[in-house]
């Protein structure tokens, strides 16, 4: 989704009924931070790696690998799941522009069907 935060026509109101959609506004920005959250564990595994190679050269190299796969795996994952949540959300667009555009032509029907001479 290629849009930029906009709060242009943004009310109070739109924070307590559902008719628009405030999530995709946010997306970008909960995704950044998941992905810094992610990557501060993943550091800290590895950081944390080379503490556990005193006791034990094993745990040590498991907690660093460990630390690896966690940083590729975190990162794909996230971006898969934000990009399935931007999917549902362009989804719920196209089906609003649908409805739009159904209501209207029925408009336009029952303008038409009306006879101003009868």
């Known amino acids: 989704m290629n849009k930029k935060i906009d709060f242009k026509g943004f009310t109070i109101k ?16 909960v995704y950044w931070i998941a992905l810094l959250l992610i990557g ?29 796969v966690t940083l590729v795996v975190g990162f794909i994952s996230t971006r898969i799941g934000f990009e399935l949540i931007c999917v549902l959300f362009n989804i719920n667009q196209n089906i609003q522009k649908l409805a739009n555009e159904k209501t209207n ?4 029907e029952e303008c038409s069907d009306t006879d101003p001479i009868n």
């Open 14 to 29: 739109d924070l307590f009924f559902f008719d628009k959609m405030l999530t995709p506004s946010f997306i970008t920005i």
């Open 40 to 68: 501060i564990s993943a550091f800290s595994m590895i950081l944390g790696s080379f503490a556990a190679f005193t006791y034990s050269f094993t745990m040590g190299l498991v907690a660093f690998f460990t630390g690896i």
């Open 105 to 108: 032509s029925e408009k336009q």
